[in-house]
C-alpha cells in the first residue's frame, strides 16, 4: 500500500512587525501563523485595545459639561474590562462551532478577535480627529451638522465614511480569522456567528415577551 508522503507547504514565518501589516493584506496567512504558532505576544495589549476602542464608540453622554471626563474614565474602564465580552462570545463561538464540527477553542477564538479588531482600533484615530475638530461634544447625540461649516461637514462625513470601512473590514477579517481557527469555509463561519448570536438573543427576546 503506497502511503501519501507529499510534503506539507511549510508555514509562512512573520515578523512582529509584519504580523500588523501583512494582517492587512495577507489575513489568512497571519491567521494561520498565528493559530498554528499560538502566538500570544501581543494578545493582551490588542484586548485592552480592543475594549478601549468598544468603550469610546459606545461612550454618548448628552452633558456637554461631563462628556471630556466620562470618555475617560469609560475608555480605561472598557479597556481594562471590555475584554470580558470578547472572552464571552468567544467562548460561545467555540460552543456553536461544535455544532458544525468546529475545532477552535475559546482562547483561539479570543486571538482571532483581538487581531481581527486591529482596523478598530485605527479607526480610534479618526474618533480623536473629530475631537480635535469639533470638540468632545462631537460625541453627544445632540450634536448636528447644522452648526458646522460646508468644510466641516464634508470632513466629518469623510471620517464617518473611513469609520465604517474600517469597520466592515474588521468584520471580514473576523470571518477570515474564524474560518482558519475552525477549519471551516467563510460561509460556514458567517454561520457560526450567527448561531452564537441567537443563543445570545433568543434567551433575551424570550424573556422581553414572558416580562410584557
Do not use: C
Request: charged residues 15%; glycine residues 6%.
Amino acid at each position: 500500500m503506497l502511503i501519501d508522503e507529499t510534503p506539507q507547504k511549510p508555514l509562512e514565518e512573520f515578523s512582529d512587525k509584519e504580523l500588523f501589516t501583512k494582517i492587512w493584506i495577507s489575513p489568512r496567512k497571519v491567521f494561520k501563523y498565528l493559530h498554528d504558532k499560538s502566538y500570544d505576544k501581543f494578545l493582551y495589549p490588542l484586548l485592552f485595545l480592543a475594549g478601549l476602542t468598544n468603550a469610546l464608540n459606545n461612550n454618548r453622554i448628552d452633558n456637554e459639561n461631563a462628556i471630556l471626563i466620562k470618555l475617560i474614565i469609560g475608555a480605561v474602564i472598557g479597556g481594562l474590562l471590555g475584554w470580558i465580552g470578547m472572552l464571552l462570545f468567544a467562548a460561545i463561538m467555540s460552543w456553536t462551532g461544535k455544532w458544525i464540527n468546529g475545532k477552535a477553542e475559546t482562547m483561539q477564538l479570543l486571538r482571532v478577535s483581538a487581531y481581527a479588531y486591529i482596523p478598530s482600533i485605527v479607526a480610534v484615530l479618526s474618533v480623536l480627529i473629530l475631537i480635535l475638530l469639533f470638540g468632545p461634544k462631537v460625541l453627544a447625540p445632540s450634536f448636528t451638522i447644522e452648526t458646522i461649516t460646508l468644510p466641516e461637514i464634508l470632513i466629518y462625513f469623510f471620517l464617518l465614511l473611513i469609520q465604517f470601512s474600517l469597520a466592515v473590514w474588521a468584520f471580514i477579517l473576523y470571518l477570515i480569522g474564524i474560518s482558519v481557527a475552525q477549519n471551516f469555509s467563510i460561509g460556514k463561519a458567517f454561520l457560526n456567528i450567527l448561531l452564537s448570536l441567537m443563543v445570545i438573543l433568543l434567551p433575551l427576546l424570550s424573556l422581553f415577551f414572558l416580562l410584557r
